[in-house]
């Protein structure tokens, strides 16, 4: 049950994209669409802005979007506004376990 | 609305017991897979356990097999998780969430501490 791996920080101007990195195996994230993702802000619980690889949830803007090659799920956010900054942390389901990375933390320059 | 409260959290001796809650409300709490999840200070978060709506399959982290187990009771809307043997790296903020993986409510989570 390791943990999945994404960079420990990413960061972009207001309007730039980023893509956060989420590597795990073939048992986890390569063989499941159940790659989820989860912004957190400082003293917040986490919030869900991606589910199933892709998809979005009702009212995540449109421009949190996900995808996923091979072990590798991948988030990209779009048009970065200042209040984008928070951690985000990815997870998939396994058979066995449920996995979350170490967390990015996105800084908005 | 869909709220998740949990409760329970607070400090414990190495060795000793816990039972969290979770009082659930704005949805079909029996129709739902549901979770715990913790996230130790300033630090990442991890998957705990998940219990089917029936309460059987029931998952654990290996890091907790054995130690923790997962309940509910439907006609409480509640969901529970007695944590025994507890050690200083159980020590976090334990965060009851809705489905078994896909999270897409959480409660406000409660601080356990383990410490002698």
């Known amino acids: 049950q390791s943990a999945l791996t994404q960079p420990r920080s990413v960061s972009g101007s207001p309007g730039q994209s980023v893509t956060i990195s989420c590597t795990g195996t073939?048992?986890?994230?390569?063989?499941?669409?159940?790659v989820s993702w989860y912004q957190q802000r400082p003293g917040k619980a986490p919030k869900l802005v991606i589910y199933d690889v892709s998809k979005r949830p009702s009212g995540v803007p449109d421009r949190f979007s996900g995808s996923k090659s091979g072990n590798t799920a991948s988030l990209t956010i779009s048009g970065l506004q200042a209040e984008d900054e928070a951690d985000y942390y990815c997870c998939s389901y396994a058979v066995t376990y449920t996995s979350f990375g170490g967390g990015t933390k996105l800084t908005v320059l | 609305q869909v709220q998740l409260v949990e409760s329970g959290g607070g400090l414990v001796k190495p060795g000793g017991s816990l039972r969290l809650s979770c009082a659930a409300s704005?949805?079909?709490?029996?129709?739902?897979?549901m979770s715990w999840i913790r996230q130790t200070p300033g630090k990442g978060l991890e998957w705990v356990s998940y219990?089917?709506?029936?309460?059987?399959?029931?998952k654990y982290a290996d890091s907790v097999k054995g130690r923790f187990t997962i309940s509910r009771d439907n006609a409480k809307n509640s969901l529970y998780l007695q944590m025994n043997s507890l050690r200083a790296e159980d020590t976090a903020v334990y965060y009851c969430?809705?489905?078994?993986?896909?999270?897409?409510?959480w409660g406000q989570g409660t601080l356990v501490t383990v410490s002698s």
């Open positions: 073939s048992s986890d994230v390569g063989g499941y669409n159940y």
């Open positions: 969430a809705r489905r078994g993986y896909n999270f897409d409510y």
């Open positions: 219990i089917s709506p029936s309460s059987s399959p029931t």
């Open positions: 704005g949805f079909t709490f029996s129709d739902y897979y």
